[in-house]
Nanobody, 121 residues
Framework: VQLQASGGGLVETGGSLKLSCATS????????VGWFRQAPGKEREFVAH??????GPSYADSVKGRFTISRDNAKVYLQMNSLNPEDTAVYYC?????????????????WGQGTLVTVSS
């Protein structure tokens, strides 16, 4: 199973980016999808997840109110607003092992290759 994340890039503080994660419809159906990120020298951290029906999006406190996760049958999106340098990281999308999202990365079975987001100060 391959996931393709895209949309990363260089943006100034306060700017916006929209990440996308694409895969086959069959892979996304019935499974939660999450976004995680990993900054240089840091652990991978949870960003957001959404259930297979689009219910109950959940966000890390650090991005709440600024990021929005959404999905359709074949893609998952992460709209990122009011970006700051602390958001600089490689962002990964992942398909969960069940229909319920989790903040625990071990509960995700398929991972994309990551897309780099760099926020300049």
């Amino acid at each position: 199973v391959q996931l393709q994340a895209s949309g990363g890039g260089l943006v100034e503080t306060g700017g916006s980016l929209k990440l996308s994660c694409a895969t086959s419809k069959r892979t996304f159906s019935n499974n939660a999808v999450g976004w995680f990120r990993q900054a240089p020298g840091k652990e991978r951290e949870f960003v957001a997840h959404i259930s297979w029906r689009g219910h109950g999006p959940s966000y890390a406190d650090s991005v709440k109110g600024r990021f929005t996760i959404s999905r359709d049958n074949a893609k998952v999106y992460l709209q990122m607003n009011s970006l700051n340098p602390e958001d600089t990281a490689v962002y990964y999308c992942a398909v969960g092992r069940s229909s319920i999202g989790s903040t625990d990365y071990t509960q995700y079975q398929y991972w994309g290759q990551g897309t780099l987001v760099t926020v300049s100060s």
